[in-house]
């Protein structure tokens, strides 16, 4: 069943309309304030605006430059919401199947044996070269512009003494694609094919720096 027709007069109508901008809520109170209509609802207000195509301007959207209503004010879990929220430090699901503990150590993809020492971030600090980690217990840190060749080319063998401070561009004239393939060669030609790649290199800097000069 249908409710009642409400009228309304022309000079209603022009109050409406001209006030068409204001919120429903203000706008129906005005208009009861104005004509003394207590018949006339908050939903006949916007009823008859809708009809009639009169709108207040506003879609919905944040301007440039406005700030949410909320900013800046807390939002504590209600109910039994916090039962399900993430506590911190905690894990759960695939996360937590996945989960290493520090001291775990691993093969990386190219054959190196690495220890997770840390659950910090950047997520790529987390885990270190072994090898390099015993090196530098007993040698302090590496210094910068140098990498660690391996002596007897087996990478899993992770003994101090099998790991040598060079230049990193050194590591290019020992490589097996275009240097003098040291990894691959006899153990009894590796100790001279370090020794002339170490001259090569230390020629090579050292026309650089005349021609810098």
């Known amino acids: ?5 409400i009228h309304y007069s022309d000079e209603e109508l022009s109050f409406l309309e001209w006030r068409q901008a204001f919120s429903r809520r203000e706008l129906h109170a005005a208009f009861v304030a104005r004509f003394g209509r207590a018949d006339i609802t908050l939903d006949h207000i916007k009823a008859l605006c809708s009809r009639r195509g009169w709108s207040t301007g506003r879609d919905g959207c944040f301007v440039k430059g406005q700030a949410p209503f909320n900013k ?25 199947a996945k989960y290493k503990p520090i001291g775990t150590e691993r093969f990386n993809k190219d054959g190196y044996l690495e220890r997770k020492v840390h659950d910090g971030m950047p ?3 987390r885990w270190r070269l072994v090898h390099l980690i015993r090196w530098e217990e007993l040698n302090g ?4 512009g140098e990498a660690l ?9 992770t003994e101090p003494s099998n790991w040598r401070a060079v230049p990193r561009a050194l590591l290019a004239r020992l490589g097996g694609r275009y240097g003098r393939g040291y990894d691959a060669a006899p153990s009894e030609l590796k100790p001279t094919i370090l020794a002339i790649a170490e001259l090569e290199h230390a020629a090579r800097e050292r026309n650089r720096g005349q021609d810098a000069s």
Do not use: I, V, W, Y
Request: glycine share 14%; charged share 30%.
């Open 123 to 125: 997520r790529q600090s």
């Open 72 to 96: 800046g004010k807390p939002h504590p879990a209600r109910g039994r919401a916090s039962e399900t929220q993430f506590k911190k430090g905690s894990m759960a699901g695939a996360a937590a």
């Open 149 to 157: 060749k391996c002596l007897d080319g087996n990478r899993r063998n």
């Open 141 to 144: 840190p590496l210094p910068a």
């Open 1 to 5: 069943m249908k409710g009642r027709q």
